[in-house]
């Protein structure tokens, strides 16, 4: 089980760190990702991170004001956000797989996504 928080609303510019806790399962055993879904649009990759913490990958969109990280000791994963800007407004959710993917499906397990608003 996945729960994502953190999001709320800020204006363009602004900053964000979401967090993703898990239970019930290895977490380590798990790249986890982060995706967003817009009103009305699919849901998009936005990073992962390896099972170690040891490689991450970013969406173009987010790459260069975007940090995943994990602590697998405490069974968290976080998404800081920067340069925050209307284009980011979407809820997020962060999602396990058991190998490195951006598709969706190929992830088994899914948080119920926090809200994340950016105002210009």
């Known amino acids: 089980q996945l729960q994502a928080s953190g999001g709320g609303s800020v204006q363009a510019g602004g900053s964000l760190r979401l967090s993703c806790e898990a239970s019930?399962?290895?977490?380590?055993?798990?790249?986890i990702g982060w995706f967003r879904q817009a009103p009305g649009k699919e849901r998009d990759f936005v990073a992962r991170?390896?099972?170690?913490?040891?490689?991450?990958y970013y969406a173009d969109s987010v790459r260069g004001r975007s940090t995943i990280s994990r602590d697998n000791a405490k069974n968290m994963v976080w998404l800081q956000m920067y340069s925050l800007n209307p284009e980011d407004t979407a809820v997020y959710f962060c999602?396990?797989?058991?190998?490195?993917?951006?598709?969706?499906?190929?992830?088994?397990?899914w948080g119920q996504g926090t809200q994340v608003t950016v105002s210009s």
């Open positions: 019930g399962h290895t977490f380590s055993n798990y790249y």
């Open positions: 999602a396990a797989a058991p190998f490195h993917s951006t598709i969706p499906r190929d992830y088994v397990y």
């Open positions: 991170i390896s099972h170690g913490g040891g490689t991450t």
